[in-house]
């Protein structure tokens, strides 16, 4: 009667830990369970074409992950989200993208003064398969900008800084 009762444990422990999720510390996860892409959306307020220590996040910016057959450039996947009051955004990407070239891209921002996509920080590229040796669904896109309307005061000595000098 023992082992009948010892059998039955041993059976409800590897039922248990075969019911634990495929993220815990480490694991890896399921192939084709999905990603989360991460990002930010910051505003260029000196017109550099690049982040400067002037740059302002955005919040509410519209963005997409978007994956289109390698082959063909069909837009095979398209996943939406925003960015939060810091100007992040995480975007939940369903299956798995190998034969795929994957993107974040700027949709809109709701700040009429910088609202033009910066060229160049419109779109980055994001690699989302489980078959390049990362254990992580999680995904880090580079930052996407847009353009202000105009250049704020101050920016000339922003700019100071990464200006070169010839000899």
Same mark, same amino acid.
């Given at each position: 009667m023992a082992s009948a009762a010892v059998r039955f444990l041993l059976v409800v422990a590897m039922c248990g830990v075969v019911a634990l999720p495929s !993220? *815990? &510390?480490? &694991? !890896?996860? *399921?192939?084709g369970a999905g990603f989360i892409v991460e990002g930010g959306v910051f505003c260029d307020t000196c017109q550099a074409g690049f982040e400067t220590p002037a740059s302002t996040n955005i919040a509410g910016a519209k963005v997409q992950v978007e994956c289109r057959d390698r082959e063909s450039g069909v837009v095979k996947y398209v996943a939406d989200g925003?960015?939060?009051d810091q100007g992040k955004y995480r975007i939940y990407v369903a299956g798995e993208h190998e034969n795929d070239i994957c993107e974040s891209v700027l949709v809109s921002s709701p700040d009429r003064w910088c609202s033009s996509p910066l060229a160049g920080r419109e779109r980055a590229r *994001? *690699?989302?398969? @489980? @078959?390049?040796?990362v254990v992580s669904d999680k995904r880090v896109a580079n930052n996407l900008g847009f353009r202000s309307n105009s250049a704020l005061a101050g920016c000339a000595e922003v700019m100071k800084a990464y200006q070169e000098y010839d000899d």
């Open positions: !993220r *815990v &510390a480490g &694991a !890896r996860p *399921v192939s925003s960015s939060d *994001v *690699v989302l398969t @489980h @078959h390049n040796g």
